[in-house]
């Protein structure tokens, strides 16, 4: 058995990292590494290894985006999300868009090797850590847990902008995005939270907890 590996981060250190532990290990080969999406796609087209390490926070497209347009393209390839975000929510979103796993930056080398193993088998990874988070989650209000889990981590970024006061050209500012895309996506959380002003939409954001 070998299993084909290919990594997604814009930091060369989490490369270097991930690559050495993984040395040592006969079954698993690192075939490829990128720094973003667009390097991503275009290297995909080329080769597919077996189980794709991306992480959440790249420039331009992030990774809960990436996955179904991945995934629609490569369905076999086994897709894991690595990441710091330590949250549950994220976790379950990565996990609804088809992620097979979920994994943080400073877990193990065994439990990084096992997580490899779980997915190229088809079987779904959970960071240990995060399983008793995912159980206390499942037991909140479930109205909440739905507006949460239906906005993607692009639009939960944009809303904490919005709800901070900012206006949608200083939030394509901060986040290096174009002043329509911006638009576009105010225009879906406003859809999705079922409001029509941005005092609607800090009041249900604020009620909700989706401003943290």
Do not use: C, W
Request: no cysteine; proline share 3%.
């Amino acid at each position: 058995m070998e299993i084909k590996v290919a990594i997604v981060d814009d930091h060369p250190m989490i490369i270097n990292g991930l690559k050495n532990m993984l040395e040592g290990y006969s079954h698993i080969v690192v075939t490829a590494a990128y720094n973003d999406g667009a390097e991503l796609m275009a290297g995909l087209e080329q080769q597919q290894p077996d189980v794709l390490l991306l992480d959440i926070q790249l420039p331009g497209q992030p990774g809960d985006e990436l996955t179904p347009l991945i995934l629609k393209k490569y369905p076999a390839l086994r897709i894991m999300a690595l990441t710091n975000f330590s949250s549950a929510l994220y976790m379950t979103t990565m996990l609804r868009q088809g992620a097979k796993g979920y994994l943080l930056k400073t877990t193990r080398q065994d439990t990084l090797i096992d997580a490899i193993e779980t997915v190229y088998r088809g079987e779904t990874f959970v960071e240990p850590s995060l399983r008793d988070k995912v159980a206390q989650d499942s037991r909140k209000n479930s109205k909440i847990i739905y507006a949460q889990l239906s906005l993607t981590i692009r639009e939960k970024e944009i809303l904490r902008l919005l709800v901070a006061g900012k206006s949608n050209q200083e939030i394509a500012d901060t986040l290096f995005i174009g002043y329509h895309t911006v638009r576009n996506y105010r225009a879906r959380i406003f859809d999705k939270l079922e409001v029509s002003s941005i005092s609607e939409l800090v009041g249900k954001a604020l009620t909700l907890g989706l401003n943290e």
